[in-house]
């Protein structure tokens, strides 16, 4: 069923104008606070974002950020990084987490990449996000979660197989473990 899941995932970017309920928001947030993190420090915290004026400024974030007008909800997944060394991996797996959530749970959900990016010559997507959600300086942001109800026009790409070439037995470079499915 896990696999089903997996298979499922995919990112919408397109989303109806309906609300998420309540108890979907904290099925979401619940998700992300269950991860896993390195010495269980768990240095992530969820900025959860559903005020309109809010989400057109996330969405001018950076480019390809532009999808989370329309979502419903925005996540900001949020780290202190004077915890742990590792909240780049911790925070990976809380929105990892969120994304499988929402998939679960019937919504359309895309991860807007905010590490490492710039929202201008002069300010990063970071540091912009950090303005808008009014975050204190020790925290970095990692990415939003944009999540929705898919817009039924946002036809699901695709799936492609997974690549077993990526698969190696024992060494590097022996092959896949196992034979593609016949
Ligand atoms: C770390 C990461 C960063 C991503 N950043 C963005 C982004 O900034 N904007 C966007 O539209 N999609 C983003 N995506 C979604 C990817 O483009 C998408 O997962 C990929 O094309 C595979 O498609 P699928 O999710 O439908 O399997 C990101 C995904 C990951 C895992």
């Known amino acids: ?34 991860s896993p993190s390195s010495r269980r420090i768990d240095p992530w915290e969820f900025v959860v974002v ?3 004026d809010t989400l057109h400024g996330l969405a001018e974030a950076k480019p ?9 909800v925005a996540i900001a997944v949020i780290a202190d ?6 909240w ?8 990892s ?4 959530a929402a998939t679960d749970l019937g919504l359309g959900a895309c991860w807007a990449q905010v590490r490492n990016r710039s929202h201008s010559d002069s300010l990063s997507a970071g540091e912009y996000v950090r303005q808008l959600l009014a975050i204190p300086d020790r ?8 999540i929705g109800r898919p817009a039924p026009s946002d036809a699901p790409a695709p799936r492609r197989a997974p690549d077993r ?13 196992q034979e593609p499915d016949q």
């Open 139 to 146: 925290y970095a942001v990692e990415a939003v979660m944009g």
């Open 97 to 100: 987490n969120i994304w499988l």
């Open 1 to 34: 069923m896990f696999i089903e899941l997996l298979t499922r995932r995919t990112s919408v970017r397109s989303f109806t104008d309906d609300t998420l309920t309540r108890d979907e928001i904290d099925a979401l947030v619940e998700a992300g606070l269950r």
């Open 81 to 86: 990084t004077t915890m742990t060394d590792v």
């Open 50 to 52: 559903t005020e309109k």
């Open 165 to 177: 070439t990526k698969i190696h037995r024992e060494r590097f470079g022996n092959g896949p473990t």
């Open 88 to 95: 780049v991996e911790d925070c990976s797996i809380a929105a």
């Open 64 to 72: 390809g950020a532009e999808f989370l007008a329309g979502a419903a």
